[in-house]
């Protein structure tokens, strides 16, 4: 077995069993504000959810490497689901969304001819309310496919843990 089978053959049974810990849903905040950290970026975060269940998040990151940076923005919509049955406060949660990258080049740097990407995102994580505070925790994996530019194709090690503070 692959080890792409063998991630889809996680997923699905970790699908699976989420589904039957899902109690009675109803979300621990509606508005907050925070950072985000991990790969590919540093980023400022907004989530809201706009239905009992449905959140969108919107945050705009930055990423230096030795010849190059870029300043993204983000958007997604995210699909959750309780864990209270494991403990209060904690959902997880699907989604997707888009992503836009502004590169800027050193002059060194070669082989490329667009300074703008366009990318697809997938999310799969966790977030959790800390009981009793303004705090909110969150876990994410978001592989990637980005349609243009010097980093197109398949970026599947994105994904980030954020920490946001509980607006309402």
């Known amino acids: 077995m692959s080890t792409i089978s063998k991630i889809y053959f996680l997923f699905f049974f970790s699908f699976l069993f989420l589904q039957n810990l899902e109690a009675q849903f109803y979300p621990e905040y509606k508005t907050a504000?925070?950072?985000r950290?991990?790969?590919p970026y540093l980023a400022l975060s907004y989530k809201t959810f706009?239905?009992?269940r449905n959140a969108i998040e919107g945050y705009v990151g930055?990423?230096?490497f030795a010849n190059a940076s870029w300043v993204s923005a983000t958007g997604a919509f995210q699909r959750h689901h309780s864990l209270h049955k494991l403990t209060n406060g904690l959902l997880w949660y699907y989604g997707g969304g888009t992503s836009i990258y502004f590169w800027s080049?050193?002059?060194n740097f070669t082989g490329t001819e667009t300074s703008t990407a366009v990318g697809a995102n997938a999310y799969l994580g966790l977030d959790y309310r800390l009981p009793n505070t303004r705090f909110v925790f969150s876990a994410d994996w978001a592989p990637t496919?980005?349609?243009?530019g010097s980093d197109a194709g398949?970026?599947?090690?994105?994904?980030?843990?954020g920490v946001r503070y509980v607006w309402n």
């Open 37 to 39: 950290i991990g790969s």
């Open 50 to 52: 706009i239905s009992e």
């Open 62 to 64: 930055y990423r230096d």
């Open 154 to 161: 398949f970026a599947w090690d994105y994904g980030g843990v």
């Open 145 to 148: 496919y980005i349609f243009n």
């Open 105 to 107: 080049f050193d002059s």
């Open 33 to 35: 504000i925070g950072a």
